[in-house]
C-alpha cells in the first residue's frame, strides 16, 4: 500500500522551501510531491507528459494549491479536474496569499474543500500547516477506492 502523498502546486520556490519546512517542523514527514504550475500538476495528477506511466490508482491523499501561477493557475487546474470522474473528490486545499473575496468564492464554486490564506508570520503558518495536515492526512476519511465507488 502507498504512503499518503501530498501534492504541492506551487511555482514560488521560496513558498516552496517555507511550505517543504513549515511541514517538516510540524512533523508532517508525508512524501511531498511538488508541481511548479497547473499544467505539471494536471499532467501527474491524470499520468501524462512527463508523469506518463505514473501509476494512477496511487493519487495524492491531499493537494495544496496555489492560486496565482504561469502556464495554467489553480482555479483553472481545479476547474479541470473537477471534470474527471477519478479526481472529482481529491482534496483540494487552496494555499495561497490571496485574501480576496473574488479568489474564495470562486475557489468555492468551482470545488474547493478548504480555504487558507498564507499567514506571514512562520510560527503561524507552520500551525497552519499542523492542523492542516492533522486533518486532511489523519481524521479526513476518503471514499474507499476513491470515486468510482461513490457512484
Known amino acids: 500500500m502507498s504512503s499518503k502523498k501530498i501534492l ?7 513558498d516552496v522551501l517555507l511550505t517543504l519546512r513549515a511541514l517538516q517542523r510540524a ?3 508525508n512524501e511531498v510531491v511538488v508541481a511548479r504550475d ?3 500538476a494536471y ?4 499520468a501524462e507528459g512527463q508523469y506518463a506511466g505514473r501509476d ?14 504561469p502556464r495554467m493557475g489553480g ?3 481545479l476547474e479541470k479536474i473537477r471534470k474527471i470522474s477519478n479526481l472529482r473528490f481529491l482534496p483540494v486545499v487552496i494555499l495561497t496569499s ?6 474564495i468564492c470562486e475557489s468555492y464554486n468551482l470545488g474547493a474543500n478548504s480555504y487558507i490564506q498564507k499567514p506571514v508570520d ?22 474507499p477506492g476513491g470515486a468510482d465507488v461513490c457512484q
Do not use: A
Open 56 to 69: 494512477e490508482k496511487d493519487m495524492p491523499v491531499v493537494v495544496l494549491l496555489d492560486l496565482k501561477m
Open 75 to 77: 482555479l483553472e487546474l
Open 8 to 14: 504541492l502546486v506551487e511555482d514560488n520556490t521560496d
Open 122 to 143: 512562520f510560527d503561524q503558518f507552520v500551525q497552519s500547516i499542523k492542523t492542516l495536515g492533522l486533518y486532511w492526512l489523519v481524521l479526513n476519511v476518503n471514499p
Open 27 to 29: 512533523n508532517i514527514l
Open 38 to 40: 497547473g499544467v505539471e
Open 43 to 46: 499532467d501527474y495528477l491524470t
Open 98 to 103: 490571496s485574501n480576496e473575496d473574488r479568489d
